[in-house]
Nanobody, 113 residues
Framework: QVRLVESGGGLVQPEGSLRLSCVASGLSFTLSFMRWFRQAPGKQRELIAGISSAGTTDYADSVKDRFTISRDNAKNTVYLQMNSLKPEDTAVYYC???????WGQGTPVTVSS
């Protein structure tokens, strides 16, 4: 039913930027609260950003003022703009909606010089 496809990750140097995308299908995207999670090696999955159907956003303290979540309802896509990246941002990044247990494959981000 619900399908989530993340993309945009890669290898980037500290202080660099990346833009992640998540294309959703099988849900009423316009009405869905969308979230970005990440999971670093040896750590639990961490909620880092969320955006409501109305466009209200919220961020974890670890990424606030560096990351920006946005959505394009016409494209059924949620984005995560990541600036001023740090080595501790290295993780696999996933999108998710709380109404479905579905997870995509994730997109890996490695921040290293």
């Amino acid at each position: 039913q619900v399908r989530l496809v993340e993309s945009g990750g890669g290898l980037v140097q500290p202080e660099g930027s990346l833009r992640l995308s998540c294309v959703a299908s099988g849900l009423s995207f316009t009405l869905s609260f969308m979230r970005w999670f990440r999971q670093a090696p040896g750590k639990q999955r961490e909620l880092i950003a969320g955006i409501s159907s109305a466009g209200t956003t919220d961020y974890a303290d670890s990424v606030k003022d560096r990351f920006t979540i946005s959505r394009d309802n016409a494209k059924n896509t949620v984005y995560l703009q990541m600036n001023s990246l740090k080595p501790e941002d290295t993780a696999v990044y996933y999108c998710n909606t709380p109404t479905s247990p579905t997870w995509g494959q994730g997109t890996p981000v490695t921040v290293s010089s």
